[in-house]
C-alpha cells in the first residue's frame, strides 16, 4: 500500500471511530461547569464544578437546587491549602444555588436563600459556609444603599486559628465597593469584588474532535 493511500485509510478509519465515539460517549446529558471565586480582603478561594441536564428545559431558564445532578466545592486558605471539599453538597441542609443558562451567570446577589442568592458549602451556622446577602447594614458603610456581597464564614470555628478579612468572616466579596471602602483604607485599594464565576467544561466529543485534528495533521505531515 503506498503512502497516500496508507493515510486515506488512517484518516477514514479515525473518522468513523470519532462518529461511534460520539454517538456513544455524548448522548446529550450532563454539562459541566466549574466553579470558581476568590475573596476580596485576604484571597481565601473557593473551587469546585456542577452539572446539570442540558436537555430538559427550565422554568425561567434558571437551574435551581433540585435540579443539579451534581455539585462538588472545595475551600482554601490565603496560603492555597485545603481547608474543606463537599461532595454532591445539594444534599446539604440550607443548601441554595441558582443559575441562569441565558446569561451563564450564578445569581447570588439576594438573601442567602433567595431565589437570587446562594448558600454552598456546610450547613449554615454549624460549618464552613459561603452565602450571599444584599445589604451590609450601617455597620460597614455610613449610607444605606444596598451592596450585594458573599461571605466566607466559619460558623462552627472549626479553624480558629486563620485569619479573619473582615469582623468574623474568613473573607468577603463586595460586587459594588472597593476594597478601600471595605476597610475603610485609601491604601487598600479600588479592586471590586469576585462573584462565584461558572465556566463550561468542553464536552469530551469536543476535546476527542481536536485530537482526531491533530492526529491527522501529522500523518499528513508524514
Known amino acids: 500500500m503506498n503512502k497516500i493511500a ?21 448522548p446529550a446529558q450532563a454539562v459541566t461547569f466549574n466553579l470558581d471565586w476568590t475573596g476580596q480582603i485576604l484571597s481565601y478561594k473557593a473551587s469546585g464544578s456542577f452539572s446539570y441536564d ?11 437546587k433540585d435540579d443539579l445532578e451534581s455539585f462538588n466545592i472545595a475551600f482554601f486558605d490565603p496560603k492555597g491549602n485545603l481547608l474543606k471539599k463537599f461532595t454532591d453538597d445539594q444534599r446539604t441542609p440550607d443548601f441554595n444555588f441558582n443559575f441562569d443558562t441565558k446569561t451563564g451567570q450564578i445569581l447570588q446577589d439576594g438573601l442567602w436563600n433567595a431565589p437570587d442568592g446562594i448558600s454552598i458549602g456546610g450547613e449554615r451556622n454549624k460549618g464552613l459556609n459561603f452565602w450571599s446577602i444584599p ?29 479573619r478579612g473582615l469582623f468574623e468572616h474568613l473573607d468577603v466579596a463586595f460586587f459594588t465597593r472597593t476594597t478601600a471602602e471595605i476597610l475603610n483604607d485609601p491604601q487598600a485599594g479600588n479592586e471590586i469584588g469576585q462573584r462565584l464565576v461558572a465556566s463550561k467544561v468542553p464536552e469530551p466529543s469536543v476535546l476527542l474532535g481536536i485530537g482526531v485534528v491533530g492526529v491527522v495533521s501529522c500523518l499528513t505531515k508524514r
Open 6 to 26: 496508507y493515510q486515506k485509510l488512517t484518516i477514514a478509519a479515525i473518522g468513523a471511530a470519532l462518529s461511534l465515539g460520539v454517538l456513544r460517549a455524548n
Open 54 to 64: 442540558e436537555t430538559k428545559s427550565y422554568v425561567d431558564g434558571i437551574v435551581r
Open 135 to 163: 445589604n451590609p447594614g450601617r455597620l460597614t458603610f455610613s449610607d444605606n444603599q444596598l451592596s450585594p456581597h458573599v461571605h466566607l464564614d466559619d460558623w462552627g470555628n472549626e479553624f480558629p486559628d486563620l485569619p
